[in-house]
């Protein structure tokens, strides 16, 4: 599986973003899929998670309320809608697909990565 997340950008506090992932490759319709975040110097964090069929969701305490995840699976995507973006959300967000077929929420969960879109949210 192959993953190529988009979307990321310079935003003001308050702003909104869409990060996009493409997936191709092996059924990925029927993995869960993940989006993940790193800052400069910290370690890499769960943000959100979906199972195959979009039946179960889950997020970070961090991003619960301001952060939707959702995906497409006619179109192999996965999107994260992010809403009221604060400073402490800049990093460069990943997303992930998983062989599980629900919502994983640790990165040794997950097998495939995409490389990376960094969001930068200014005060």
């Known amino acids: 599986v192959q993953l190529q997340a988009s979307g990321g950008g310079l935003v003001q506090a308050g702003g909104s973003l869409r990060l996009s992932c493409a997936a191709s490759g092996r059924t990925p319709s029927y993995y869960g899929m993940g989006w993940f975040r790193q800052a400069p110097g910290k370690e890499r964090e769960f943000v959100a998670a979906i199972s195959w069929n979009g039946g179960s969701t889950y997020y970070a305490d961090s991003v619960k309320g301001r952060f939707t995840v959702s995906r497409d699976n006619a179109k192999n995507m996965v999107y994260l809608q992010m809403n009221s973006l604060k400073p402490e959300d800049t990093a460069v967000y990943y997303c992930?697909?998983?062989?599980?077929?629900?919502?994983?929420?640790?990165?040794?969960?997950?097998?495939?990565w995409g490389q990376g879109t960094l969001v930068t949210v200014s005060s």
């Open positions: 992930a697909a998983t062989k599980y077929t629900g919502a994983a929420m640790r990165v040794y969960e997950y097998d495939y």
